[in-house]
């Protein structure tokens, strides 16, 4: 019996599913709207729900680490030079990884601070040209 098993396999391997769903959840937080399939965008609504949920939840090291295992993070090591640049407040070092960790538990966490839930929304836009698949805009809730 299939009970439990409320996930959407988008016809690839986990492995490739996984690093599909946590790049496209990187790509939202850092530009807060993309535009995808119907499906996908269905199954990543899960997923950028559930991070937000982490970084208002837990703002303690363990909600940091739970939110970089979830979205695959890993970013460069700093120079000591640039890490006294970061600290004054110039984070033009930073590479994707590290914005996006930021503005995660920076402004969406207090941007939904009163908000229990449904952080995202899905905008049907049409069919893609080249296979008729159905795509939608997916976007963060002002």
Request: charged share 35%; proline share 1%; with cysteine.
């Amino acid at each position: 019996m299939r009970h439990a098993k409320r996930r959407n396999k988008l016809g690839r391997t986990s492995s490739h599913r996984d690093c599909m769903i946590s790049n496209m959840l990187k790509d939202l937080i850092d530009n807060g709207r993309i535009v995808t399939t119907l499906a996908k965008a269905k199954e990543l609504r899960r997923h950028a729900d559930k991070v937000i949920t982490i970084a208002k939840k837990e703002n303690s090291l363990a909600g940091i680490r739970a939110a970089k295992s979830l979205l695959k993070l890993h970013y460069n090591h700093l120079t000591p030079k640039e890490a006294r640049k970061a600290k004054e407040g110039d984070k033009s070092a930073y590479n994707t990884d590290r914005r996006v960790l930021d503005k995660l538990f920076g402004e969406l966490k207090t941007r939904y601070a009163d908000r229990n839930g449904g952080y995202t929304r899905l905008i049907k836009e049409g069919f893609r040209v080249g296979d008729s698949s159905p795509t939608c805009i997916v976007e963060y809730i002002q």
